[in-house]
């Protein structure tokens, strides 16, 4: 039995905030991708003036077709596929996505708004998406972390808990109220070079992606992400190339890199000898009569 496909029965809920949880736009760009493919409708939306700093997280103006300014408020917003898009794919009828900014005040307000939203919408699980700085090579695979609280999540997807203690932000928050609420969460954080400041970065959200189509068995276009995502490598290489010092680091990086790359291949290689020791084992047991 599937158990990935298990869990994910009904509705699943995608989550991703700009902001803290969010390097290079990893996550954020994600889900605005995966949008794009839903031809995603607006379900509900919180209301700027409740919970954002204007002059932390600002408006935009834009141009509409016919030339007139429009302002685009912070906010954060439920969205679901188009009917168009359900009915051409109904493997994607059941992704619904949460995208927005985070808060800057209320949050226990936010949280409840939030959580009414996704009651109303009868979501039945939650992915966060996040993306975080960390001293990874940005010459090899992006690395990506499932966790999750839940302990059916953990069985059927076979993760582990984070016992991360300190400061959190908003999907912290929410993931606990939507565990009280009976609906169950995972986070999926991707690891980011921490030495790379040009955002967004094309590999991570792409390795993301791939992640989300891996947990929800389901297959987006992924139009010019890969290019997008080897220009981006490339554009770092010839950086190193004129840095020495930055190349040696990356070379050091690369090798703890692939030093735990190797430990792991062969912890999994021995799992799986030790698994077959002891199937042959169990085949190996005479047959008893117990009539």
């Known amino acids: ?16 905030f700009e902001g803290w949880h969010d390097a290079a736009e990893a996550a954020s760009s994600a889900v605005k991708f995966i949008g794009e493919q839903l031809d995603a409708e607006l379900i509900n939306a919180v209301d700027p003036e409740e919970y954002f700093d204007f002059q932390f997280s600002r408006p ?10 429009q302002l685009t408020w912070p906010t954060a917003e439920l969205l679901k596929p188009s009917r168009g898009v359900a009915a051409k794919n109904p493997e994607f009828a059941n992704i619904y996505l949460l995208y927005g900014n985070e808060p800057a005040r209320r949050w226990k ?21 996040g993306a975080q700085l960390a001293d990874v090579p940005h010459t090899r695979p992006i690395s990506i972390t ?18 991360y203690e ?7 928050v929410l993931g606990m109220e939507f565990e009280k609420a009976g609906i169950p969460t995972i986070a999926v954080w991707a690891s980011v070079p921490h030495y790379v400041q ?8 792409l390795s993301m992606l ?8 389901v297959e987006f276009e992924h139009g010019s992400l890969a290019d997008e ?25 690369e090798s703890t890199r692939d030093a735990l790359d190797s430990e792991a291949a062969q912890g999994e290689a021995l799992a799986q000898e030790f698994e077959r020791f002891l199937k042959l084992e169990d085949d190996a047991k005479p047959e008893t009569d117990d009539q």
């Open 166 to 172: 300190g400061p959190v932000g908003i999907m912290s």
């Open 198 to 205: 040009n955002a967004p970065s094309p590999k991570a959200t």
């Open 210 to 217: 791939i992640e989300i189509e891996r947990l929800l068995k």
């Open 109 to 129: 307000a936010f949280t409840e708004e939030i959580v009414e939203f996704v009651e109303d919408a009868e979501i039945n699980q939650v992915i966060f998406l």
């Open 1 to 16: 039995m599937n158990l990935s496909a298990t869990f994910f029965n009904g509705r699943t809920l995608l989550v991703a």
């Open 229 to 253: 995502a080897f220009t981006w490598e490339r554009s770092i290489d010839e950086l190193a190339e004129g840095d020495e010092d930055m190349a040696g680091y990356i070379e050091q990086l």
């Open 60 to 69: 935009f103006v834009t141009l509409d077709p016919d030339g007139k300014r």
């Open 146 to 163: 499932i966790t999750s609280q839940n302990e059916i999540a953990r069985s059927a997807l076979n993760v582990e808990r984070s016992h």
